[in-house]
């Protein structure tokens, strides 16, 4: 901070390295055991700095550890800085101590002179977190890193110590009421999550909107349930086949001279009722395989730095969503690729992932813009696109019964886990009438943008709320927050005195003191 700043009268700006003793870290050796099994003292690392205040950390040591090692026991109303770590890049890690504690090297401590309000001086280094990254951050390190020397020089406005009790006191309020009032939000937040999942399996289970059955049933009509549907269903499905099936001869000059050719057809995989429930009237079970004219792998070879056709990441397929921005390229044109080209229609299937949760999902394409290839971590499959809703295609796959289906077929290798196309060709289906799974969908689509927008105003008020806890911390260290008092002793009268008492110390005193 500049020493400049105007402070107000009573006020003093004080570098950090002049407020208190500091304490460097250490890790006391991993191969002597005497230093960690059954360790009490609590040895905090940056993994620890998530809280404002410590009263434990993941790791403890031994009393020996202190004695032979570089670890220091620093006392309780320490601050603690993290000056070695990734998290630097963005977040500056402050914390108070609330019993004693050893700290490892990539953290600072500062056991500030009494009668300094050791919470004071750590809300005020938050007030001034990016300020400190930017002036104290060292270049061309490995790991983001805070210069010791540049942190202890930064100057803080320190006011008169009633006055830093008071302003402890009244940002500690604001600060309660902001953290009960983000709780808030985070369980809404949870609410909303539950209440999407609970819209999505209540879709699947015919029970978001009436069935067609009880429709037609009170409107006295007839209605075409989902058996007579898959039917017609099925015979689309071959009737593309065999079209498909005579375009590829006609492309070899061959004329079929009868129909033996079509004994070729291989019948779609049905669904394994043994175990699945019962469904609402009017709706059947299926399977991916039923219901699409092709399933299959994506493009194998490595993609190119650049290109000119596109080409998926398997990050690009999550839960409903395909997101084509995130994608590669490939050489050539998109003739190079007519197979392993998507559609608006197909359905992407995430065949491999370091994580389970995130292998066989599916999103659907809906719109393209250019050639796009899928590749081999990818599945895609090509529904029969006139006879179904495909959103609902897409919102039943990735929901109840059909999720945890793919979830029960994900294998592990090589730390890798997968599905096979074979199983998600096996995907149950609960297919519900034509015209019921266009309600549902749009009564989804409603039901799912009142979450959306619900959940876009909480992440507006979390936001709001960091702008506002980060407005208070700047009030109170500008003396905005609270009211000064003209009697309250000067802060600079107080530090000449703490520095009278120290200089007046013997050397090895002084440092038993600290």
Partial sequence: ?????????????????????????????????????????????PKDMKTPVIIDSLDHITQSAIESSAAKLIPADSVLFVTRSGILEHTFPVARTAVPVTVNQDIKALTPFHPLNPNYIASGTRAFASEILRCCSKDGTTVASVDTALLQNFALPVAPVSEQHRIVETIE?????????????????????????????????????????????????????????????????????????????????KVPKNDKWKARYVEPVGPDTSELPELPEGWCWSTIDQLSQLVRNGYTKKPSPQGGVRILRISAVREMNVDFDDCRWLPGGPEDYEAD?????????????????????SGLVRAIGRPTVHPDKLIKVRPINLLLNLSYLELSV???????????????????????????????????????QNRIIDEQECVLAFASSTSTALAASRARGMRLRQSILKW???????????????????????????????VRARRRRA
């Fill in 1 to 45: 901070m500049s020493d400049s700043l105007r402070v107000p009268a009573g006020w003093a700006l004080v570098p950090l390295g002049e407020l208190g003793q500091w304490t460097g870290g250490g890790t006391p050796s991993k191969n002597d055991s005497s230093f960690w099994n059954g360790g009490l003292i609590p040895w905090v690392s």
């Fill in 398 to 436: 990735n929901t109840g019964i059909s999720r945890r289906f793919v979830e029960s077929r994900i294998r592990t290798t090589a730390g890798q886990a997968g599905v096979s196309g074979g199983d998600v060709k096996k995907i149950p289906i609960p297919l519900p009438p034509l015209a019921e």
């Fill in 173 to 253: 309020s604001y600060l309660t009421r902001l953290d009960d009032a983000k709780a808030t939000l985070e369980r809404v937040q949870r609410n909303l999550k539950r209440y999407r999942a609970s819209v999505l399996k209540a879709a699947v289970e015919g029970r978001l909107v009436p069935t067609e059955a009880e429709l037609a049933r009170a409107d006295g009509r007839e209605y075409e349930s989902a058996s007579v549907l898959l039917e017609r269903i099925l015979v689309e499905r071959r009737r593309r086949w065999e079209e498909a099936e005579l375009a590829k001869m006609k492309a070899k000059g």
């Fill in 476 to 506: 109170a260290f500008e003396g905005r927050l609270v009211d000064q008092d003209p009697t309250d002793e000067p802060a600079e009268v107080l530090l000449a005195r703490i520095r009278a008492e120290r200089a007046a110390q013997p």
């Fill in 341 to 361: 080209l998507v559609n608006e229609g197909d359905l992407l299937f995430t065949r491999y992932n370091g994580t389970s949760a995130l292998v066989g999902v």
